[in-house]
């Protein structure tokens, strides 16, 4: 079980910080929290009403977590079921994000039992940010989010199709299993000015089809080759156990060719230096690629909220020393079927 997180002392709190000033903080509290649309929960998980000001549960819930990055699954932006709040704003203002994104996975409407009532119109990704706050109040939409205090140097987002086919689920609220089709999903991903450098952040929320979700992780990790490690992939997978590091690993094998391809110039160049050496022999070390092992930086049930059981929510990473990583937690909180997962690292 990984050890509890600390409250932050008075003298390091950092809401409403400012991204420059995120170096004076040694470790940076990394989370992801799937928000069942900021649904209000009972003690006992029986969902709630929505109170006189619907972003008010949420808004408390994300300053209470302090992150410094955030990802965030089952994002509502102006649906009426959660009172028409663009909730990836909620959450930006309530932990002084400087910078954010919202990749829409669909626009339309909850329909009961049938999944959703999509907008004919609006097919493609879309992507908001702090610019189209209060834009667009008439395109309901739903999908994934990544917040940052900290500076951004790239973002990127992409969409993934639903299975063709769904499975009976639990539903809050409901008896037994509901059957339930799957939705498209979306991912985001950001590259971040840390205090020791670069590193690349994913938030994402993978379906439930088994096998369906697992494609979409080795998928992820094929569309991040390009970025700078380390890399953080953080998210609802709806994946257990070791299946996910394990996906990510096997997916970072099929780079392999990038790495034949290093060796093969590094062999170019060592026959160059021997040519104007006159042909005499120098050792020269020839760099090989060396796997690096995907781990899980927390390990603690987050679903469901009210007596967690199992862990679907993950924050996994690769290139990122393990004497880096500090507590993490999973804390309560009065919105979500799920748990958030926090934990400290130092990036």
Known sequence: MPRSLKPRRPDRAVRGRTAGTVGDVSQLRIATFNLLHGQPLAVDGAPLPYPAEPGAPLGDAIAELDADVLALQEVDRHQERSGLVDQAAVAAKAMGAADWRFAAALHGRPAPLAGWLTDPAMTSLQVYGPAEVDTATGLPSYGT???TRLPVRHWRARRFAPAPFGLPLRVAGRRGLTPVPDEPRAALAAVLEG?????????????????????QLAAIRRWIADLPRPYLVLGDFNLIGAVPRTVLG?????????????????????????EQDGGRRRRVREPRPRPQGWYDLARTPTYPSHKPAVQFDHVLAVGVPRTAVGPAAAPRTTVSDHRPLVVEVDL
Request: charged share 25%; net charge positive; hydrophobic share 45%.
């Open 195 to 215: 205090r020791h450098g670069p590193f690349t952040v994913v938030a994402a929320h993978l379906s439930f089809v088994p096998g369906w979700n697992v494609s």
């Open 250 to 274: 096997g997916a970072a094998a099929l780079d392999r060719t990038t790495a034949r391809e290093r060796v093969r110039e590094a062999r170019a160049a060592r026959r160059t230096r021997l």
């Open 145 to 147: 989010a990544l917040l």
